[in-house]
């Protein structure tokens, strides 16, 4: 099992940038592969970002390639995400997620059994 806890959260003004790190305790993180998702007001979860165990392959939603980062630290069990030229559609509550699948990123939420209790990222126009 993994324990999930996401921080880094905040209100931030169109055009800055957010790092959210995603702590694993339990089950060393490198035993996972990893990923970020998101809901926005009056929206279904959607996929933003995943990486797989040892940080060789990532995958991006459109929307945001170029823009946000995933990278993972197994030493210290944390993943993250690093988000620039933020605009308000990101605004959402950002949710980091554990699967088994480890040899190439996952994009969907049924792929993942573990979850965090996510964090809130508020982007002022």
């Known amino acids: 099992q993994v324990q999930l806890v996401e921080s880094g959260g905040g209100l931030v003004q169109a055009g800055g940038s957010l790092r959210l790190p995603c702590a694993a305790s339990?089950?060393?993180?490198?035993?996972?592969?990893m990923g970020w998702f998101r809901q926005g007001p009056g929206k279904e979860r959607e996929f933003v970002a995943a990486?797989?165990?040892?940080?060789?392959?990532?995958i991006y939603v459109d929307s945001v390639k170029g823009r946000f980062t995933i990278s993972r630290d197994n030493a210290k069990n944390t993943v993250y995400l690093q988000m620039n030229s933020l605009k308000p559609e990101d605004t959402a509550i950002y949710y980091c997620?554990?699967?088994?699948?480890?040899?190439?990123?996952?994009?969907?939420?049924?792929?993942?059994?573990?979850w965090g209790q996510g964090t809130q990222v508020t982007v002022s126009s």
């Open positions: 997620a554990a699967t088994s699948f480890r040899l190439a990123p996952r994009t969907k939420p049924n792929e993942y059994g573990h």
């Open positions: 339990g089950r060393t993180s490198s035993s996972y592969g």
């Open positions: 990486i797989n165990w040892n940080g060789g392959r990532t």
